[in-house]
């Protein structure tokens, strides 16, 4: 599970709904200041028990150098509601929402900006997999898209044991039984290993965690699970494509292991960044230098 810095947004962002032709999404929207040259946006999802505050540590570099950053809750995803069928989730109907969003976004800068803006893609480990299915039904959108942490098929065994798991828990228990069932099989974050007790200023978010894992709707958890178990390898598909593409991640990953990752860049023919430091969410682990690569890529594309 993710765990973002904080819930708390920056400055520069302002929690919004972001309405389009196939609902509405729970977003972050940070905007560079006046006088910032815009360069572009940036439409960014998160990944599998994930949600937007996944990427608050990147609005404020990314909106420095000129992206606007939208950050957003796919449906059933913690302040985005959705229905309770398993279905809903198909992956074909999760990309035709981020479709939605991306036009409702452009139609948006439009407004503001009175012209066309360069829309980037950016899919962190589930949210990957779906922003290549969302440019495989239409690239036409997007100026680049960004896979993060996120591999060319199937999640490794010991990940589809654990989706699987997870899965049969939420079949017949509630989401706060699960929630903790899964504290008590998780090693406590750094801080509280070391210190055997949290500090009181609850520096690992729990609660803010907690509170997340509530509101995800567990159909959804339950499909993308299962999706991330049975995804085919549509590598060959993509690198068809024209479009920009970028394979970012840390130097260790227990979800697809970075030779996979490495090997997918050479077959899409992709620019790729390694965060020395980072596992499977740089965006978190080492922010700073993961939107140092990012805004390279865009701003080279």
């Not at 929630?179 to 998780?186: F, N, V």
């Not at 050479?266 to 499977?280: N, S, Y």
């Amino acid at each position: 599970m993710s765990r973002p810095p904080t819930f708390v947004p920056p400055s520069c962002a302002a929690a919004r709904t972001l309405r389009t032709t196939r609902g509405d999404f729970a977003v972050l929207d940070a905007v560079p200041a006046d006088g910032v040259r815009r360069r572009g946006a940036v439409l960014l999802l998160p990944g599998f028990t994930g949600s937007k505050e996944d990427f608050i540590a990147l609005l404020e570099p990314l909106t420095a150098a000129g992206y606007r950053a939208v950050t957003v809750d796919g449906r059933g995803q913690y302040e985005t509601p959705g229905p309770d069928d398993v279905a809903a989730y198909a992956q074909e109907e999760l990309a035709r929402d981020v479709l939605a969003q991306a036009a409702a976004l452009s139609e948006d800068e439009r407004a503001h900006e009175g012209s066309p803006t360069r829309l980037h893609l950016l899919g962190h480990s589930l949210g990957g997999q779906i922003a290549r299915a969302a440019v495989l039904l239409d690239p036409r959108p997007f100026a680049t898209l960004t896979l993060m942490s996120s591999g060319p098929a199937a999640i490794a065994p010991v990940q589809q044991t654990r989706a699987k798991m997870l899965a049969d828990a939420l079949a017949t228990l509630s989401m706060d039984e699960v929630w903790m069932a899964m504290r008590a099989m998780e090693p406590p974050p750094p801080q509280e290993a070391e210190t055997g007790v949290e500090d009181g200023q609850d520096t690992d978010d729990s609660e803010a965690l907690r509170a997340r894992w509530l509101r995800h709707s567990p159909a959804q958890l339950i499909a993308t699970g299962r999706q991330l178990s049975a995804e085919p390898d549509r590598v060959a598909e993509l690198a068809a494509l024209p479009l920009p593409k970028h394979v970012i991640s840390g130097e260790r990953d227990d979800t697809w292991p970075v030779p996979l990752l490495d090997d997918m860049a050479r077959r899409l023919d992709a620019h790729r960044t390694v965060i020395h430091g980072a596992e499977h969410s740089p965006n978190t682990d080492r922010p700073a230098e993961t939107a140092a690569a990012l805004v390279c890529f865009w701003d080279e594309n």
